[in-house]
């Protein structure tokens, strides 16, 4: 199970930082990775968009484009927590955001390969 947390509202050009807590074991034997969807405008086959994926054996990350350089993933398995630090964010950014677990994963941006999902959390960004 996948529980997220630290969504809200805030300003634009300002920062939140999302956490995401796993229960049960193997954290550290699984990819993660950072989703979001805007509510009614999902694109067809693509009704998450890829925020940032970490893998579970180096922990190499990447990025999808509207997060390179503004936001960062990382993960801490004895916490059993995957953060995802959010800056200079923009109106744009508002969604709900949703961490996934794929075993044994590289963090992916293929959201049909995530094992599980958390239930979102909804951030907001005011103009």
């Known amino acids: 199970q996948l529980v997220e947390s630290g969504g809200g509202l805030v300003q634009a050009g300002g920062s939140l930082t999302l956490s995401c807590t796993a229960s049960?074991?193997?954290?550290?034997?699984?990819?993660l990775a950072w989703f979001r969807r805007i509510p009614g405008k999902e694109i067809p086959g693509k009704e998450r968009e890829f925020i940032g994926g970490i893998s579970f054996k180096d922990d190499m990350t990447s990025y999808g484009d509207s997060a390179k350089g503004r936001f960062t993933i990382s993960r801490d398995n004895a916490k059993k927590k995957v953060s995802l630090q959010m800056n200079t964010l923009k109106p744009e950014d508002t969604a709900i955001y949703y961490c996934a677990a794929e075993w044994h994963g590289v963090g992916s941006d293929h959201y049909p390969l995530y094992d599980y999902w958390g239930q979102g959390t909804q951030v907001t960004v005011s103009s």
């Open positions: 049960g074991r193997s954290f550290s034997s699984y990819g």
